[in-house]
């Protein structure tokens, strides 16, 4: 039960403090007044609101936005690690700026307005500032479960309409010519095996031999890894193996036989273990990789004229260094000679940084040192590793593939995601076209 406690304020005259006890057994105060009586009121309605359900501190909403997100909310917040990385980033970015010293309880649908007009004001995107507001509306989702908060501040605030992104998705042919352009036969079935299975980078690069039923040709997905800041893993490592895959489902599909039989001829070559990494990072790391063939110099032409009005002959020294030409070729002739001169020990040569890694292949690597110079050489308009994915499903669509059996190889949650891959190859209206042909009699 509680009660009122008298004490001698600084103005010399007498104040009752109203305090009663929380839940849990503790000493809470529901303020301080000028009479006993106005106390005593204070601490019965404050115990009468706590066992309503409501809450025991009614000045919790006084703490800033602040000090409830880094003491309250993101510690107690159950997300997962990479989740966890990305509203790091975005609350301190995007969220700290604003909301960070203003009280909770001050905060109201006018002032999250004015924000997202702020945003759109920086030239964030929409689906950036969408993303922001889901986090934000989470946290206050939080304080108004907790009671810290009576009114969501996000409620009825509407953010710019996000665009539906259209998918890129590569051709046949595309494809072949990607392949051919890649340096390594383990890179080549790497991205083989991505578009003959439309697996996630997740799941790709934590396939392991026992993942796969040799006589079915069945693949079994149960896992996926995650690359985090390391302070975000449990373990302080780079790789979050995760017993799921991103719909938290395990899921099992059928590979082709061919690429089935270059698996099998790769994991005997390599003598990889049931349990090891098929793609494992070491398999990429030759010593000698073939670099990307460059056309001969003499047909590259010049550089744009530089301030003093001086151009320069591509794939030079000069075309870098004076021409500014940041092209393909001019870098590579800067870096070769570079390398020469510390070859040659002119200059002090700088040790090789080495990869934080577990055997997992780090998407970063992968898509600087592989992808990107591939996509350079075979001049295929930049796609990413994820469009193999999308790839993957519009090609089985455009074949004639079964939607739920598409839906069910890709794992996704709902029938509606997989729609979105219909007709989305470069060729796919040709069909419609000849039928409109047809109905107005003319010929092809």
């Not at 601490?43 to 602040?66: Q, V």
């Not at 460059?294 to 075309?319: K, M």
Request: with cysteine; net charge positive; aromatic share 8%.
């Amino acid at each position: 039960m509680g009660f009122g406690r008298k004490r001698i304020g600084a103005d010399g005259k007498p104040r009752y403090a109203a305090l009663y006890k929380d839940a849990r057994g503790e000493q809470r105060s529901a303020g301080s007044f000028r009479t006993r009586r106005a106390a005593d009121h204070a601490w019965k309605a404050a115990e009468a609101a706590m066992a309503a359900g409501r809450p025991g501190d009614l000045r919790a909403g006084n703490m800033t936005f602040r000090r409830y997100v880094e003491d309250t909310w993101f510690p107690n917040h159950v997300i997962e690690p990479t989740t966890r990385e990305a509203y790091a980033y975005s609350i301190k970015r995007h969220l700290m700026p604003t909301f960070g010293p203003m009280k909770m309880s001050s905060i109201l649908p006018m002032h999250v307005r004015v924000w997202v007009t702020d945003l759109v004001g920086a030239g964030v995107s929409p689906a950036s500032i969408r993303h922001q507001k889901i986090i934000l509306s989470a946290i206050f989702t939080t304080a108004l479960n907790d009671f810290i908060i009576v009114l969501h501040p996000c409620r009825g605030v509407k953010s710019p309409t996000v665009p539906v992104k259209e998918y890129r998705i590569l051709t046949p042919e595309e494809f072949d010519l990607l392949q051919s352009t890649m340096p390594s036969q383990v890179a080549r079935l790497l991205i083989e095996v991505a578009i003959g299975s439309g697996l996630r980078w997740g799941e790709l690069i934590e396939l392991r031999p026992r993942d796969l039923h040799w006589a079915s040709g069945i693949v079994t997905v149960t896992r996926a890894v995650a690359e985090v800041n390391p302070k975000y893993h449990p373990a302080g490592s780079r790789f979050l193996v995760k017993p799921y895959p991103k719909s938290r489902h395990s899921r099992r599909f059928k590979l082709d036989a061919p690429v089935l039989a270059e698996l099998r001829e790769h994991i005997a070559a390599r003598n990889i273990g049931d349990n090891d990494l098929i793609f494992d990072f070491r398999h990429f790391l030759a010593p000698s990789l073939p670099k990307v063939r460059l056309v001969d110099a003499a047909t590259l032409g010049r550089t744009e004229p530089n301030a003093d009005g001086f151009s320069y002959q591509h794939g030079s020294l000069s075309a870098y260094t004076a021409g500014k030409c940041r092209c393909q070729h001019c870098r590579m002739s800067f870096a070769t000679y570079r390398a020469r001169r510390r070859a040659d020990g002119v200059d002090s040569p700088r040790e090789r940084r080495a990869r934080d890694s577990d055997g997992h292949l780090p998407r970063d690597w992968f898509r600087n040192t592989l992808w990107r110079p591939s996509l350079e050489a075979s001049g295929i308009e930049p796609v990413r590793m994820h469009d193999l994915r999308h790839a993957h499903a519009s090609w089985l669509l455009a074949g004639g593939a079964d939607l739920q059996v598409v839906k069910e190889r890709l794992g996704h949650a709902s029938i509606a995601t997989t729609g979105k891959y219909l007709h989305t190859l470069p060729t796919a209206d040709e069909t419609a076209l000849a039928a409109l042909r047809r109905t107005r009699g003319r010929s092809g």
